[in-house]
Structures are given as structure tokens and as C-alpha cells.
């Protein structure tokens, strides 16, 4: 079976309303999107700035294309 790897990042500075971007990359297994998912662990140690991720792996939609959008949060 072959899965999509998403990766929610939220970016933003101190007083102003955190930005969402969603990636979803094609993983050809289970096994590989567990692998490429923790290479999105990471910390941005910067003052009054946040970046945060999020990963998850999911099955993928028969057709299910790779896509970069924003989520309104």
C-alpha cells in the first residue's frame, strides 16, 4: 500500500496570527513515510518567533497527487 507523508507547519512572530501550510509527499510504503516523517522533527530556537510541525503518515487515495497549500486556521 502506498501512503502520503503530511507535514503541517505553522510559522509565525510574536503578535501577529500564526500562518498553516500543508504538504502531502508520496511515500511508496508505511516504513519510508515513518522514516522521511522524522526528518521534519526539529526546533527553531529564535526569540518571539514560532515554527512548529506536525507529521503524520496516511494511506493514499487512489489518483492522490503531491500538493502545497494553506490551511486557514
Do not use: D, H, W, Y
Request: net charge negative.
Amino acid at each position: 500500500m502506498k501512503f502520503i507523508l503530511v507535514i503541517i507547519l505553522t510559522m509565525g512572530a510574536l503578535g501577529e496570527e500564526p500562518k498553516t501550510i500543508e504538504m502531502r509527499i508520496p511515500q511508496e510504503n508505511r516504513a519510508e513515510c515513518l522514516k522521511s516523517a522524522k526528518t521534519f522533527k526539529f526546533s527553531f530556537p529564535i526569540p518571539m518567533v514560532t515554527l512548529s510541525t506536525e507529521t503524520r503518515c496516511e494511506p493514499r487515495m487512489e489518483n492522490e497527487e503531491p500538493e502545497i497549500r494553506g490551511v486557514n486556521t
